[in-house]
């Protein structure tokens, strides 16, 4: 299945029920890579000043986003390989089928590899001021030095690593 095909609603939810099976678990994978690509941008933005506490619903959001198009695509594997088991099944359709398993298998990974590194930098990393709180620094206004000095030192390596 091309990008074309899944852009044209061929996996998309435009037209599910018409598409075939491994058709339907084919977009799902591509879905969860898609979404898996944006999650991992986002996570490259904790720790560095886009990383707030929007963001951090963001990052939520999509995580469980992804949660969800998982769980999909892996009940439509499921009824694939439950389908496959007859004995009449085409030999390079079993092939196809396997194949689409090592995808979703792969996906999966890289997944739980993101989900991990998102782990370790949010319990690293604080979300930046609102810009309520920054724009009231910038005005002059009065805030602790001693939050916002050591969130910044936290920061320094990360962003350090990042000019890299």
Do not use: C, W
Not at 13 to 21: E, L, N, Q, T, V
Not at 63 to 70: K, Y
Not at 115 to 123: D, G, H, V
Not at 136 to 148: F, N, R, V
Request: proline share 5%; charged share 25%.
């Amino acid at each position: 299945m091309s990008f074309q095909d899944v852009q044209s609603g061929g996996g998309g939810r435009g037209r599910k029920a018409s598409a075939s099976p491994p058709q339907a678990v084919a977009a799902g994978i591509f879905q969860i890579n898609t979404a898996v690509g944006t999650f991992r941008r986002m996570v490259d933005a904790i720790g560095t000043a886009k990383d707030t506490p929007d963001h951090r619903q963001k990052l939520h959001n999509t995580r469980q986003r992804i949660l969800e198009l998982v769980k999909e695509t892996s009940a439509k594997l499921k009824s694939l390989a439950q389908s496959d088991r007859q004995s009449n099944v085409n030999p390079s359709k079993q092939i196809e089928d396997a194949k689409l398993a090592r995808d979703f298998q792969t996906t999966l990974q890289e997944f739980q590899k993101v989900q991990q590194l998102a782990s370790e930098r949010e319990s690293t990393y604080m979300p930046s001021l609102p810009t309520s709180a920054a724009s009231a620094s910038a005005s002059g206004e009065y805030l602790e030095p001693s939050s916002s000095s050591t969130r910044d030192q936290h920061r320094q390596p990360f962003l350090q690593d990042q000019k890299r």
